[in-house]
């Protein structure tokens, strides 16, 4: 079992920045492929970015293409999102999810991850 912790969201403008991070509770997530989800109560949750258990492998919603950039730490213990250029079409609970069954892959639905964070709000006014 994996449980996973996301910090970082908040109140932001536009045009600003955030970094979300998202830990396993001590564990490494070198054995998981990784991702960024995001939803808000109009929509269904929805892909933001991914990355390959070994990092050899990422992806973006065009949404967020060149704004946002998902990386890990060396050791692996924590994921980030950093999130530049923020628009208030961005403002949505965001999750981190692992994935445990084909982490060499980025899967992009979210029925293909196998852990979830419960979320962080991140709200950017306008």
């Known amino acids: 079992q994996v449980q996973l912790v996301e910090s970082g969201g908040g109140l932001v403008q536009a045009g600003g920045s955030l970094r979300l991070s998202c830990t396993a509770s001590?564990?490494?997530?070198?054995?998981?492929?990784m991702a960024w989800f995001r939803q808000t109560p109009r929509k269904e949750r929805e892909f933001v970015a991914g990355?390959?258990?070994?990092?050899?492998?990422?992806y973006y919603a065009d949404a967020v293409k060149g704004r946002f950039t998902i990386s890990a730490d060396n050791a692996k213990t924590t994921l980030y999102l950093q999130m530049n250029s923020l628009k208030p079409e961005d403002t949505a609970v965001y999750y981190c999810a692992a994935d445990s069954q084909v982490p060499w892959k980025v899967a992009t639905t979210p029925r293909e991850y196998d852990y979830w964070g419960q979320g962080t709000q991140v709200t950017v006014s306008s």
């Open positions: 001590g564990r490494t997530l070198r054995m998981y492929g």
């Open positions: 990355v390959s258990w070994n990092g050899g492998n990422s």
